[in-house]
């Protein structure tokens, strides 16, 4: 990632589109090599799990039209996986940006019928999620869940409920950093894709679920 770090570097500090344009063939590089990033990164994952598609590299351009930044490009790169089938949830994200390189995965904006679903789950019997996060592998990579958090209680729930902590939640994510040796390495595919590997406790709980009612029954 070495051509990437240069370039966005470079883009910080010059974030318009005159340099933009001189320096054409400097991002074209850029972009070339976080393509082959994220195919060879999405053949690492196929060997643990079910990825849909080539996974989806976002563009270096901003949308300007309602925002009171007007710097026109994005000063990192970003892309996502998802996970294949109806069974397997979760989604993978990875950005890419000097000083702020990180991976992240879960479940951003669910549904009010997900969300509703996995609040009544983790109510029924919280000890399976308790345990994975606190166990070392999570604890030591991860540290904590992140996201979004009802100010009070969930309809339905009082604010003396036991798992209020989790049940609160909105969104429910894992996010871990990459130092920049780590980044311009030629093992960063490797480094990613086990990241992403850690998720899979959290990916595997929340998929059961997701997938079965209260009773353990199949909803697929």
């Known amino acids: 990632m070495k051509t990437t770090y240069k370039f966005l570097k470079a883009l910080k500090q010059n974030n318009n589109r005159a340099w933009f344009i001189q320096n054409k063939t400097l991002y074209e590089a850029s972009l070339e090599e976080m393509k082959i990033f994220m195919h060879d990164l999405k053949e690492l994952m196929n060997l643990h799990d079910e990825i849909e598609g080539e996974g989806k590299l976002f563009r270096i351009y901003r949308d300007v039209r309602f925002s009171h930044d007007k710097t026109p490009y994005k000063t990192g790169w970003s892309g996502s996986f998802r996970r294949a089938t109806a ?89 871990h950093k990459f130092n920049e040796q780590e980044v311009i390495s030629e093992d960063f595919p490797a480094t990613v894709n086990q990241g992403f590997k850690n998720m899979r406790p959290f990916f595997n709980y929340m998929s059961e679920i997701l997938t079965t009612d209260l009773n353990g029954v199949s909803l697929i």
């Open 87 to 175: 069974k397997l949830r979760g989604g993978y994200y990875i950005h890419i940006a000097p000083g702020n390189t990180f991976v992240t995965g879960g479940f951003f904006n669910p549904n009010t019928q997900d969300l509703n679903h996995i609040r009544q789950q983790i109510a029924a019997d919280p000890d399976p999620l308790r345990k994975i996060l606190k166990s070392k592998q999570f604890t030591g990579y991860f540290k904590e869940i992140i996201g979004e958090k009802v100010k009070t209680s969930p309809k339905g729930f009082t604010k003396e409920h036991p798992d209020l902590d989790l049940i609160s939640f909105k969104q429910f994510l894992i996010t």
